[in-house]
């Protein structure tokens, strides 16, 4: 016991320089503790400080702003009796311009529609704009814009009973565009030295027409002396379109084909033959209308050789000479009868070739119409005219074939009759004269 005393003396006596240590620097660390929260404490004073004035500032502004809006409101509430009064007073003070505004808008539509590529518009900037300003208006057309309007009617009325010389741009054919100086026939049209022209009112330009046979141009009007009358195109242009486009007897014959040219072909051959065959034929005629006249002096004509097979054999039988005679005319009817067989087969030809034709262009019709459908009917023209122009070419070819084969027949068969009726008076007179006697023809 006395042991352990003295070892916790000698413990306690070598720990007290340490222990005096630590509590000195505690010390120097609380003081330091303090000091650092006496400066934390004076900036959380300081931002404390600075918020309340922030604060304060804030809550100054939103009774300026709440003041502010109270003054607008009031402002605005003003305001909407004050438009309401003005809007109002309005109604009141235009009264009917509102419909007035509506015709006018309506009849503005009116004269840009019927003035669209009416030449009696060119040069009438003024009226564009004045009809423009209206069409897009929203309100009520100014004063000026309505005056340019009128005067721009009046001036249109005017300038549609002249003939007066304008200077526009002209396209030609080949698309060239060049200044002109073009005839105004008032409202109707426009010419230059070549013909009629169209005015485009879009492009503000004047595009050359198809030349037409008798069309009127700026020559032949200045030459027309005053009073005289001239042809005109009442619609500006559309009708010598249609002139133009209008297919020629060439272009129809070629809108035919291959079938058309071989109708053509059998028509021309047809003809041919017709026309060789009636010249031979009214030769004849003539030959023996004049052989009748002297039937004792026979000559080498269809009447002639009947009568020489008769004057050759005077002497033989009844049945050898009508044998004979039927053997002559039989001749002749053969030579008559030459080429009529081949006109009526040409003329039977010609429509079943146009009902090919017509059956050849159906078929290209529909395969057009199978490649392209049916919307444009310009693609499937060249099979529908094919089908229209073989058909009126046959029956065109077939109708004077026929008919030059039906007189060409009857000429032949009166010609056959002629030598019938001089191979039977030959006969009977054969019969009634004697074996001895010269026989005496008598034909009138």
Known sequence: MKRFSVFALSAMLLSAPVTADLVSETKTAQAESQQHNVVRES???????????????LKAQQVALETETEQLSAAFSSNEETLAALEETLRLETGSLGEVFGVVRQTGREVNAERYNAPATINQNGMDNALHAISDAKSLPSLPTLTAFWKGMLQELKNSGEIGSETVNVRDSSGVVTPQEVLRLGNIGLVNNDGYLEWDSTRQQANELPVVDGGLNSASISSLPTGDLALMDPTRGTIVKQLANTPSLVDRFEQGGVVGKIIA????????????RGFSMFRARLAIAKQIKTPMQPGNNPLGRILNVYRNEPDRSLDTLELRLMEAIMDEQQHFEKGLSMLKLLAALAPMLGLLGTVTGMIETFQVITQYGNGDPTIMAGGISMALVTTVLGLVAAIPLLLAHNILSTQADTLRGTLEKVGVSLVAEQSEASNTVQPIVKLA
């Not at 931002?47 to 604060?55: G, I, M, S, V, Y």
């Not at 072909?265 to 060789?276: N, Q, R």
């Open 43 to 57: 900036g959380f004073s300081a931002t404390e400080r600075t918020f309340k004035a922030k604060l304060a500032e």
């Open 265 to 276: 072909a059998l028509l021309a051959v047809g003809l041919i033959i017709a026309l060789v």
